[in-house]
């Protein structure tokens, strides 16, 4: 780090879910790993579905300093609308009597995020030449997370940039290219499927593998689900890898860091 931080909080702010006990662990996972290091005086987590909310989390830290790091992968409402709302943040930074509040890129905006998924994919089918492999990667889709769409589409330019897959394509779950028609699209024997998700939410565990075909119906949550276990599949004439969303690495933890170090007002 090239700030000295012992001083100041950090605050990591996710999602979560009422329904997904896994939506929030990637977050719980990063803030105990940074807590470790001795970084910060204080890491805080907070979250927009479960507790503690965006709008206690500002009475948990005790620090003059507090820089705020949103675990999402993408600009988009949450981060530009949402989280500036509930934590009465001005800009990108925002004085309230003593204390200062730096608001840091989202984690899902690091150059690091082209590197992880290429990880991903290697660690999910190991041994599988990328010469005869069709990489997706998937987003939400729909009007209500375009910028999401665009984050895929930019990763999919970056990654076929290295040169290291048969190709690099870009499908969704709401729209079209759909997911769902995976076959259709890839060109290549080996297809392997990349969530680009903060966490092993209903998406990555329930929905998709559902779209893919290699689930008959929802199953339980993503810690207690087969469905990453059971690799490679083998169904319409392909070999599938599916792997878990990208935001569940451990290398997250090392990008929120970048995010605080990179903050400049």
Known sequence: MK??????ALIIVGHGSTVNPDSSAPSLVHARSIRERGIFAEVAVCF?????TFREVLRMVDSDEVYVVPNFISEGYFTQTVIPRELELSGKTTRIGNRVIHYCEPAGNHEAMTGLLIKQARMVAPGVSPKETSLFIVGHGTGLNENSAVAAKLQV???SETGEYAEVLSAYMEEAPLISEWDKLAAQPNVIVVPFFISDGLHSYQDIPVLLGIAEDVGPAASQSQVFRNNPYHLRGRQLFYSGAIGTDPGFADVILDQVDAFSE
Request: glycine share 0%; charged share 45%.
């Open 157 to 159: 330019q970056k990654i």
């Open 3 to 8: 700030k000295n931080l012992s001083k100041s």
């Open 48 to 52: 927009w579905k479960e507790e503690p």
